[in-house]
């Protein structure tokens, strides 16, 4: 079969994230790429006038590709935020060396203060939880920060395989952790100070 000659960047873009996606960044080449289209470099070099152009694209199609898995709709358990959580790992899990692109490989940089698109989405999504129906958009996004850096570590552990039943040992921190964020922000709103907390805990 001949080799086709035209290709959309799009094409190109979706059969370069696909080796990425598979056998990672490292495997990525032009002649790779041209391999898997049955076709030359040409245009390849064409559609990205570098592969570090490429690996840019490739980076904020993997960022797109992640926010999209964290929030498809799960039934692991009954709370709606938990889940997201455990999505997390499953992530990390079934898509090894994307997770390894995004968050190991020191290649992208996360600023969780700075991050408004999925800060903003993933809070949509957080205020359909009843647990967190009662507090505002700030505490929100403080209860996604916090618990994100929380559920990367386990995650981190689990990726690397230190953690023995990962998904047990997930599930029940990230709960447990969830409960006692969440109740603290609560608290604050209600205006209860953590001295008072202490005195009623004490009592």
């Not at 999209?68 to 060396?97: C, H, I, S, V, W």
């Not at 850096?149 to 040992?169: C, E, M, R, Y």
Request: proline share 4%; glycine share 4%; with cysteine.
């Amino acid at each position: 079969m001949p080799p086709q000659l035209g290709f959309s960047t799009e094409e190109i873009l979706n059969a370069a994230f696909e080796i990425v996606r598979k056998e990672g960044l490292d495997a990525l080449s032009a002649r790779r790429i041209a391999q898997e289209l049955n076709c030359s470099t040409h245009p390849i070099y064409r559609a990205f006038q570098s592969m570090a152009d490429l690996e840019t694209a490739i980076i904020a199609k993997a960022k797109v590709y992640v926010l999209n898995y964290l929030l498809t709709p799960d039934e692991q358990t009954a709370e709606p935020f938990l889940n997201m959580g455990l999505r997390y790992l499953r992530f990390a899990k079934e898509e090894k060396q994307l997770f390894n692109l995004l968050f190991m490989s020191g290649k992208v940089t996360v600023d969780l203060e700075q991050a408004e698109y999925p800060a903003k989405v993933i809070v949509e999504r957080m205020k359909q939880d009843p647990h967190l129906q009662k507090l505002d958009e700030a505490r929100l996004r403080k209860i996604w920060m916090e618990m994100f850096i929380f559920t990367h570590g386990l995650t981190t552990l689990a990726w690397v395989g230190s953690l023995k039943n990962p998904d047990q040992f997930m599930a029940e921190y990230l709960e447990r952790m969830g409960e006692t964020v969440i109740r603290w922000e609560l608290e604050q709103a209600s205006g209860k100070s953590n001295q008072q907390s202490v005195l009623e805990c004490k009592l």
